[in-house]
């Protein structure tokens, strides 16, 4: 049996042209989603993430702003500019692209940002919305994986869930998600004993611990949906996920392959949390 393949890059394109569509009707209306994003320091693979990030955005009509600050910045500077664009009623979204550097304090500003423009979904406000069930945004990373897992047609409903990673970005959330479509979640995690006893009775597998191919073949339920959120470089470069994906792939029912899964998703749903933003000024202006 080999796998079938979730195209993470075939959904995305079919979901932003339908991202799209919407921001044209609201530009109709005169307003313009726009997303500011803000990158301090020289990280390059956050400078890769925001390049992309704003590319995204103009490809799909979006307007986006790009702040880049130099790693010694004062962090005064940047609380300033999140203030700012806080009170812009033209700017709908605002990212901060993490890690931030040692001299920040991430958590102080994430809480800076007004939880009505906060498209990543940090925000403590909005992930106590979520944790009710009534999110204001979703996470981006497990917003794409429920629009995949959606795509695919998994049947989530009393699903046996096994999550690899407790992150707040990717495993807490994720975990929510999929209570509230009814599933049984488990998250396991570095202290996690015998990871594998808990593996192989997924029904659904979302892996999202950071460490290269630490999910081989014989962790997985014969049949089960493989979920791959990492992003590693092997020693000769390669990117691969937390999924040795040819041995996974020879047991699963359903893989996302990395790259081409869950990224290109990440991404997207970046900009629909943005254009949702602007939605819903629009629906406020309308009353």
Known sequence: MTARIID???????????????????????????????????????????????????????????????????????????????????????????PLPKNFDAEAVLESISPEKDVDGFHAENVGALMQGNPRFIPCTPYGVMKML???????????????????????????????????????????????????????????????????GDMIKPGATVIDVGINRTPEGKLCGDVDFESAKEVAGAITPVPGGVGPMTITMLLANTLEAAERTQTRCAK
């Open 8 to 98: 993470g890059n075939a959904l995305s394109t079919e979901v932003r042209g339908q991202l799209a569509t919407r921001a044209a009707a609201l530009k109709e209306k005169g307003i313009t989603p726009c997303l500011a994003v803000i990158l301090v320091g020289e990280d390059p693979a956050s400078a890769v993430y925001v390049r992309n990030k704003v590319a995204a955005c103009e490809k799909a009509g979006m307007l986006s702003l790009r702040d880049v600050y130099a790693p010694d910045i004062d962090p005064s500077v940047v609380f300033a500019r999140i203030a700012e664009l806080n009170a812009d009623p033209s700017v709908h979204g605002i990212l901060v692209q993490l």
């Open 150 to 216: 959606e795509s695919a047609n998994v049947p989530l409903k009393g699903a046996e869930v096994v999550i690899v990673g407790r992150s707040n970005i990717v495993g807490k959330p994720m975990a929510m998600l999929l209570l509230a479509q009814s599933c049984t979640v488990t998250i396991c995690h570095s202290q996690s004993k015998d990871l594998a006893f808990h593996t192989r009775r997924a029904d659904i597998l979302v892996a999202a611990v950071g460490r290269a191919k630490m999910i081989t």
